[in-house]
């Protein structure tokens, strides 16, 4: 089946460090991927996606190339904020056939310090 | 558009007893899901609607589980005798039911749940 797996955290950086979170997917068709962010206290909120191979995604100064040969979706971003403190999902959707339900990783709980 | 909306936003029950759960979708969105999420853990799917049609159901949803989706709006997700193991974040989401290319899933707020 479906499976996601992402890099265990906690991650812990200072403000305006270089953040790169590892996801890599298993999946029988050809998915779109999806980074989901949690902040403290709110519910899960799309970051970005991407949908067929060699997209990119982006949003908020975050990025996610969407690479089919390394099955993988890492999240970048060049400099982190105190405001980027959160959990971290990256998930899949393998479309139709699987009536777009998402398969979630386990999540990386990002602590950025000033 | 005022986002899905999950109600209660928490529940604590002793074991033993029902509870009922709500969901109310962004409008127009066809599709509605619903996801476990426990302590460290990613959101699971349990179960998925097209419209008022259940569509999907996972293994994970046992048959203490019910979820309906009445007219194809609003969504109740119910625990029959719960137990201590059902305790979790219970959320919900909803989408346009478009292709994938642009299909996205919204979640709501969640509900917790604490099983005593």
């Known amino acids: 089946g479906d499976s996601v797996t992402q890099m265990e955290g906690p991650v812990t950086l200072s403000e305006e460090a270089f953040l790169t979170i590892n996801c890599t997917y298993t999946?029988?068709?050809?998915?779109?991927l999806f980074w989901y962010v949690q902040y403290p206290g709110e519910g899960l909120q799309l970051l970005l996606k991407?949908?067929?191979?060699?997209d990119k995604g982006s949003n908020k100064g975050f990025e996610a190339t969407y690479r089919k040969e390394t099955t993988s979706f890492h999240l970048e971003k060049g400099s982190v904020q105190v405001s980027d403190s959160a959990v971290y999902f990256c998930?899949?959707?393998?479309?139709?056939?699987?009536?777009?339900?998402?398969?979630f990783g386990k999540g990386t709980l990002l602590t950025v310090n000033p | 558009d005022t986002g899905v909306s999950q109600n209660p936003r928490h529940k604590i029950t002793k074991r033993g007893q029902n509870v009922t759960f709500r969901c109310d979708p962004i409008s127009e969105h066809n599709r509605l899901y619903w996801y476990r999420q426990t302590l460290g853990q990613g959101p699971e799917f349990l179960t998925y609607?097209?419209?008022?049609?259940?569509?999907?159901k996972s293994r994970l949803l046992s048959d203490r589980f019910s979820a309906e989706r009445p007219k194809g709006s609003f969504s109740t997700l119910e625990i029959q005798r719960t137990e201590q193991g059902d305790s979790a974040m219970y959320l919900c989401a909803s989408s346009l039911g478009q292709v994938a290319s642009t299909d996205t899933q919204y979640f709501g707020p969640g509900t917790r749940l604490t099983v005593l």
């Open positions: 998930a899949l959707s393998d479309g139709e056939g699987s009536n777009y339900k998402l398969t």
């Open positions: 991407a949908t067929k191979a060699d």
């Open positions: 609607f097209q419209n008022e049609a259940q569509l999907e």
């Open positions: 999946a029988t068709g050809y998915p779109s």
